[in-house]
């Protein structure tokens, strides 16, 4: 079974500043995918960044960029001059490397608040 | 671009009533699921579907039923509602393999039962 932890449940950033959200997993697959998901209030959720498992190099988007330590089973979210849309509640997910359904295990979610 | 949506955004029951709540997505995805989402524990797959036609269970299914008769449309009814299905509700679409793990969701439904 997969299990995905964030330490976090909340988190504040002054307007600007960078912020770095913590997530590990536990997994007896050598293949998988992580992902963050935001959960703005309005509460429809998004991808916000995807990793590959046997990809090497740490993903970014923009703004957004992961510290994927494979050994570690660490996948931490960092967040570059924060916005206040960056707002959220954030989650850490995990899948199997593609097994014929997109079923992704979340854990609990932190939540973010930007400060003005 | 609607996207996915759900109906009804709340809903109060009481225990032992049924209903469904009703999941729809206009971007001809093939793949389907529905998540609860509680307090401290983050998102949980109930149910899940491939294509039309095609179901099966996630990791929670008990108490809920589901059936995909058409691309667009993936309604979950709960049989006999308990308080324990208290929960927000999210459906999630995605293309599947072409783009992994990459869901759509919809707004929630939050359900209440009494």
Do not use: A, Q, T, Y
């Given at each position: 079974a997969q299990t995905v932890t964030q330490s976090q449940p909340e988190m504040s950033v002054q307007e600007a500043e960078t912020v770095t959200l913590s997530c590990t997993y536990d997994t007896s697959e050598s293949n998988y995918y992580l992902f963050w998901y935001k959960q703005p209030p309005s509460r429809q959720m998004i991808l916000v960044i995807r990793q590959e498992a046997y990809k090497q190099q740490n993903a970014t988007e923009n703004r957004f960029s992961v510290n994927f330590q494979k050994a570690a089973k660490s996948f931490s979210l960092k967040i570059s001059d924060s916005q206040l849309g960056d707002t959220a509640m954030y989650f850490c997910a995990f899948m199997k490397l593609f097994t014929g359904a997109n079923n992704l295990f979340f854990g609990t979610g932190t939540r973010l608040t930007v400060i003005p | 671009n609607a996207g996915v949506t759900q109906t009804p955004k709340f809903q109060v029951l009481k225990t032992g009533q049924s209903m469904t709540l009703q999941c729809a997505q206009d971007?001809?995805?093939e793949y389907m699921s529905w998540y609860r989402q509680d307090p401290g524990m983050g998102l949980r797959l109930i149910h899940y579907s491939v294509g039309a036609g095609i179901t099966d269970q996630g990791e929670v299914p008990n108490g809920y039923n589901v059936s995909r008769s058409t691309t667009e449309d993936f309604p979950l009814r709960l049989l006999s509602a308990a308080p324990s299905q208290t929960s927000v509700y999210f459906c999630a679409s995605s293309l599947g393999?072409?783009?992994?793990?990459?869901l759509f969701f919809g707004e929630g439904s939050r359900l209440t039962v009494l």
């Open positions: - | 971007m001809n995805h393999p072409d783009r992994p793990g990459e």
